[in-house]
């Protein structure tokens, strides 16, 4: 395969990626907002939409780690990129179809390591920066569950003397800023998955001598990602946002800040993290701030086997993406 070809191969595939995650992530940042009928479906994606592809230029850390982060950059071959993308998109596509909020970041980071690993073992991998990854992944959702447990109860305390129909005029217009504030984290973090990616891929192609982000392969990551936003997860936003747990407009403000500020906190240290996990147990945190059993646990727990299922799932579908690729590569003498 010529390395233009390469090239085109992963951009294309990356911003289909890109544009599920717009579908079914970026569906999870705004779920609560339409549970509470602070906004409607239309209007939340619109203001999703474009918070996302502003939060993409935000920083360009979370692109390093998924770029040179997972697998050693010597063992970053073309059959490697492309598998784990291909992994990645397969299975995001599959889950968004089916309405199953899994993570798309995830997706990335297991079909790098199930390319990586089978191409070169445990060496080609990153060990050490997985370690941090796997960090994220444990913290961002127990702090997304404790933020929203403990914000929900400062605002029971404040709130307390208030009319019920007060406090839910006054969360109704502040959700609109924390659903802003929510989806612009996570464009911050996650329109970086398929920046890192294609930025990989040009340095392995030998079109960039430095890890950079181009300025094209941060706009179109963005616009893609705005785009499969604008489509619409519906399914995703039903399951989380009216299935979970039976929303207030404040409770549904102190998930999306709670989660917001955990994913922000992430994006700056250059951890790719997934908002599905932290939406979902901020959600958690402000139902059982209530009454533990206001959450629909058997809802939550079909969330959580589909995130256990992410790993293996991703990793197998970009193992075997990543042979049938070096198999054509061979044949074609590329």
Same mark, same amino acid.
């Given at each position: 395969?010529?390395?233009?070809?390469?090239?085109?191969?992963?951009?294309?595939?990356?911003?289909?990626?890109?544009?599920?995650?717009?579908?079914?992530?970026?569906?999870?940042?705004?779920?609560?907002? /339409?549970? #509470? =009928?602070?906004?409607?479906?239309? %209007?939340?994606?619109?203001? $999703?939409?474009?918070?996302?592809?502003? &939060? @993409?230029?935000?920083?360009?850390?979370?692109?390093?780690?998924?770029?040179?982060?997972?697998?050693?950059?010597?063992?970053?071959?073309?059959?490697?990129?492309?598998?784990?993308?291909?992994?990645?998109?397969?299975?995001?596509?599959?889950?968004?179809?089916?309405?199953?909020?899994?993570?798309?970041?995830?997706?990335?980071?297991?079909?790098?390591?199930?390319?990586?690993?089978?191409?070169?073992?445990?060496?080609?991998?990153?060990?050490?920066?997985?370690?941090?990854?796997?960090?994220?992944?444990?913290?961002?959702?127990?702090?997304?569950?404790?933020?929203?447990?403990?914000?929900?109860?400062?605002?029971?305390?404040?709130?307390?003397?208030?009319?019920?129909? /007060?406090? #839910? =005029?006054?969360?109704?217009?502040? %959700?609109?800023?924390?659903? $802003?504030?929510?989806?612009?984290?996570? &464009? @911050?973090?996650?329109?970086?998955?398929?920046?890192?990616?294609?930025?990989?891929?040009?340095?392995?192609?030998?079109?960039?001598?430095?890890?950079?982000?181009?300025?094209?392969?941060?706009?179109?990551?963005?616009?893609?990602?705005?785009?499969?936003?604008?489509?619409?997860?519906?399914?995703?936003?039903?399951?989380?946002?009216?299935?979970?747990?039976?929303?207030?407009?404040?409770?549904?403000?102190?998930?999306?800040?709670?989660?917001?500020?955990?994913?922000?906190?992430?994006?700056?240290?250059?951890?790719?993290?997934?908002?599905?996990?932290?939406?979902?147990?901020?959600?958690?945190?402000?139902?059982?701030?209530?009454?533990?059993?206001?959450?629909?646990?058997?809802?939550?727990?079909?969330?959580?086997?589909?995130?256990?299922?992410?790993?293996?799932?991703?990793?197998?579908?970009?193992? @075997?993406?990543?042979?049938?690729?070096?198999?054509?590569?061979?044949?074609?003498?590329?």
């Amino acid at each position: 395969m010529s390395p233009l070809a390469f090239i085109v191969a992963v951009v294309i595939v990356a911003w289909t990626y890109d544009f599920f995650n717009g579908m079914n992530d970026a569906a999870n940042a705004i779920a609560t907002t /339409v549970s #509470t =009928r602070a906004l409607t479906p239309r %209007q939340a994606i619109v203001l $999703a939409r474009t918070m996302n592809f502003a &939060g @993409a230029f935000l920083t360009t850390e979370v692109a390093r780690t998924i770029g040179k982060g997972i697998v050693h950059p010597d063992a970053l071959t073309q059959a490697v990129v492309l598998g784990a993308v291909v992994g990645a998109a397969a299975w995001a596509g599959i889950c968004t179809r089916l309405g199953i909020p899994i993570s798309i970041t995830h997706s990335l980071v297991a079909g790098m390591i199930g390319a990586g690993w089978v191409s070169g073992g445990l060496g080609a991998l990153n060990l050490h920066r997985l370690t941090s990854i796997g960090y994220g992944m444990i913290f961002s959702p127990l702090g997304g569950f404790l933020g929203g447990f403990a914000l929900m109860l400062a605002s029971y305390w404040a709130l307390r003397r208030l009319m019920p129909g /007060v406090v #839910t =005029r006054i969360f109704r217009y502040g %959700q609109i800023l924390s659903a $802003a504030y929510v989806s612009l984290a996570h &464009g @911050a973090n996650d329109t970086q998955n398929a920046m890192g990616i294609i930025t990989a891929a040009l340095l392995a192609g030998n079109f960039i001598q430095e890890f950079e982000v181009p300025l094209w392969v941060i706009v179109g990551s963005a616009f893609f990602m705005a785009l499969g936003t604008s489509v619409g997860g519906w399914r995703v936003i039903r399951t989380l946002g009216m299935r979970l747990v039976k929303l207030q407009p404040v409770q549904g403000f102190s998930a999306e800040v709670s989660a917001a500020t955990s994913i922000t906190a992430a994006t700056l240290m250059g951890i790719p993290i997934s908002t599905t996990h932290v939406i979902s147990t901020a959600i958690m945190g402000v139902g059982a701030a209530r009454r533990l059993s206001a959450v629909r646990w058997g809802i939550a727990g079909h969330i959580v086997a589909a995130w256990i299922f992410t790993f293996p799932g991703a990793a197998a579908i970009a193992a @075997a993406a990543y042979f049938l690729i070096t198999l054509f590569l061979v044949r074609s003498g590329g």
